[in-house]
């Protein structure tokens, strides 16, 4: 999975032959991303009323709504919101009033959200984005910039209206969600997770070790329960090993090269036509990037689907283009077919993985359903405990 993620990502970016073509994607994504985000606002906006109708007071029981867990909504949140200042400087629409309001609708509320849910993650990483962008990017970058923090200053105005003025006003309490600066229990699971990455030094304990590994420190005996470690790069440490690791330091220098010698044709450019969208998913992936360091955003399936899509037009963004140069097109498209056949041959040994692990599943279904509270939501560690350990099988 991870394998066609990071190639999936890099093949498809490098797909996009010109400057046009790669305008055209980035005005696709950012349009929908726009959209879909004014969409969800204004359904958020029903259910908080519908919650002050019920006389609820923690509004973050029901807001953000639509995902199994409220951390899984701040990753999305993590990847669009640098996008949504975007989607209203770039495109057929950019001049449009109506469509700046949409813009603007759909950007606040979601900042207000992130107020109200109190997401430390997404606020340090949308923080560090920004200031990677336009420490990166410079100059050319400060009109996204300007819209950006426009948009979270109406999201402030937004939470003060909506989480303290209001229920204050109606029903007597406002909806404060606590903002603390601990590391809320994940420093014993950093650890637990170093310790793994060690075991088996440098090839890793194995895919989903970390449900079925024997626990390594007093620490997380004392709070272990089944979950992640909060910490994408030292699970993929613990559980693929630390040549994992390097390989995807030589994915992240190639980005840092490409993304400077991209960044040098930009600051050349006397309009910002280009600088605007480098500046705007600079600023994403590097959010998601640090926020993947405190939680799952590169596990939960919400946000690895938007992030494949992120990740695939800034590479297209830093990549340069192809058609000035028809040998070595002809040549990457050949790498291309070769990568392809291959990862398909794999996908196919994967497959056949993936169905022994669903066969596995539905025998311990009954489990699960005889010993665990819950239902059925798309998180694999709810489900029993597959893989078990072998000695807790019966």
Known sequence: MYAAFFSGFVFVGNLAADDTQKHRWVVILVYTGAISAALYGAVTLMVYLFALLDQVTDLS???????VNIRYWSHVATWLIPLLALASLVGPFQKQRL?????????TLWWWVVLLSSARGTMLGLAFGALVAVSCVGRPALPWLKVFLRYLAYGVVAWLLLSVLVPALLLNEASLRNLHAGSAGRLPMFIEAWRMSLENFPLGLGPQS????????????RRSKPGHPHNMYLMWAAEYGWLMMAAILVLAGQAIRLFWQRRAEVRAQSSGEQALPLAAFTASVSAALLHAGVSAVFMAPGSMLIGFLV??????????????APRKSKGRALAAIVAGVTLGILACFWLREVTVYYHAMVEDRDHHFDSVPYGTPPRFWYYGNFPRHPSQMP
Request: a negative charge; aromatic letters at 22%.
């Open 311 to 324: 990740l695939t037009v800034f590479w297209a963004l830093i990549s340069p283009n192809t058609q000035a």
């Open 210 to 221: 970390w449900l079925t590994h024997d626990i390594l420190t007093e620490d997380y005996l």
């Open 61 to 67: 029981t029901f807001i953000p709504w639509g995902f």
């Open 99 to 107: 469509w700046q309001f949409c813009c603007a609708m759909g950007a």
